[in-house]
């Protein structure tokens, strides 16, 4: 494993820790594949992926192209032996998985065929999934399709955010990786054909997935909905025409005579709101244009302002 060629594919701090992990197995990591450095924050500053971050900090070549298939000789050029992905951004052209003698895996978090896509960690919270888990499989050009050669399953916390388990399933993804990258390498992990009958997709969040509807949603789904989103992108209700987004919520399960979406008021540190089948709690909210506060703040500003209204 020391001598094969490796080319790492990742962008965010997610593929951070996996990059970390073949440096830490000696790997010869030859180069990584990130997507182009963007401009951050109101100043617009280009910042390098957290990705690139850490192949300037251990002197790592990192092709960054807007469109890998227009820069296939670059990553041709470090002559890769084995490709390995977590959380790239792009499609990797068929040009590219054929190349090398080990074949291209990923690293994917979610139990296969379960959640195939850019977000599966926040669909399975949104689908009120009580498991989760990491995936080592092929790479194919069909997305996340291809032979499963390890997994390792995590139960989901229920008051688990996004972000919580995400450093959770990092931290099973990493460890995967130790325990079964030399097997892979040797030929000893066959893989399991996935059964297509199963597969449901995680795409990436759209802007239609983040709000939260009151009428609709009971508060289970709706607790569900909004720690899915926590601490990117962030749920949002609408109320009297402006956004609020949820930070922090807990859900109280109880009879309610109020309208869903209603406003009851505050208690205990925070917003009380009305839900089928029980109340949701906000202790962390953010109002259009303005910056997150928590519940206390909110109530002296806008109480008065709020309360008996209905989120739409």
């Known amino acids: 494993m020391n001598k094969t060629r490796i080319i790492f594919f990742g962008t965010p701090e997610f593929a951070v820790s996996i990059l970390q992990t073949?440096?830490?197995?000696?790997?010869?990591?030859?180069?990584?594949?990130?997507?182009?450095?963007?401009?951050?924050g109101r100043?617009?500053?280009?910042?390098?992926?957290?990705?690139?971050?850490?192949?300037?900090?251990?002197?790592?070549?990192?092709?960054?192209?807007?469109?890998?298939?227009?820069?296939?000789?670059?990553?041709?050029?470090?002559?890769?032996?084995?490709?390995?992905?977590?959380?790239?951004?792009?499609?990797?052209?068929?040009t590219?998985?054929?190349?090398?003698?080990?074949?291209?895996?990923n690293i994917h978090p979610s139990l296969l065929p379960k959640f195939r896509g850019g977000a599966p960690i926040h669909h399975a919270i949104m689908a009120s999934e009580t498991k989760t888990g990491v995936s080592?499989?092929?790479?194919?050009?069909?997305?996340?399709?291809?032979?499963?050669?390890?997994q390792v399953e995590l139960p989901i916390g229920e008051d688990e955010t996004q972000q919580e388990l995400s450093v959770r399933l990092n931290h099973a993804a990493c460890q995967l990786l130790k325990d079964n990258l030399q097997d892979y390498i040797d030929g000893k992990l066959p893989g399991v054909e996935q059964d297509e009958s199963k597969v449901t997709i995680g795409n990436n969040i759209t802007k239609e997935e983040e709000e939260v509807h009151f009428a609709s949603e009971d508060i289970h789904k709706i607790y569900d909905?909004?720690?899915?989103?926590?601490?990117?992108?962030?749920?949002?209700?609408?109320?009297?025409?402006?956004?609020?987004?949820?930070?922090?919520?807990?859900?109280?399960?109880?009879?309610v005579s109020q309208k869903a979406g209603e406003v009851i008021g505050f208690k205990d540190h925070a917003l009380e709101v009305a839900c089928i089948g029980g109340i949701l709690k906000i202790y962390e909210l953010q109002m259009e244009g303005k910056k997150k506060m928590d519940a206390d703040a909110f109530k002296n500003g806008y109480a008065s302002e709020v309360r008996g209204k209905v989120f739409e």
């Open 22 to 40: 073949l440096i830490d197995l000696n790997c010869n990591v030859v180069a990584c594949v990130s997507q182009p450095d963007r401009p951050v």
């Open 43 to 94: 100043k617009h500053v280009i910042t390098p992926t957290p990705v690139h971050a850490l192949c300037i900090e251990r002197n790592i070549p990192c092709i960054q192209p807007e469109k890998l298939s227009k820069e296939v000789d670059a990553v041709f050029a470090y002559e890769p032996e084995l490709i390995i992905t977590c959380a790239y951004g792009q499609f990797v052209p068929g």
């Open 96 to 105: 590219i998985l054929n190349y090398p003698k080990y074949g291209c895996i």
């Open 136 to 150: 080592l499989m092929q790479m194919i050009q069909k997305m996340d399709a291809g032979k499963v050669y390890a």
């Open 225 to 255: 909905h909004i720690r899915a989103l926590i601490d990117w992108p962030i749920a949002y209700g609408v109320l009297d025409g402006k956004r609020i987004k949820f930070h922090k919520v807990r859900k109280q399960v109880c009879e």
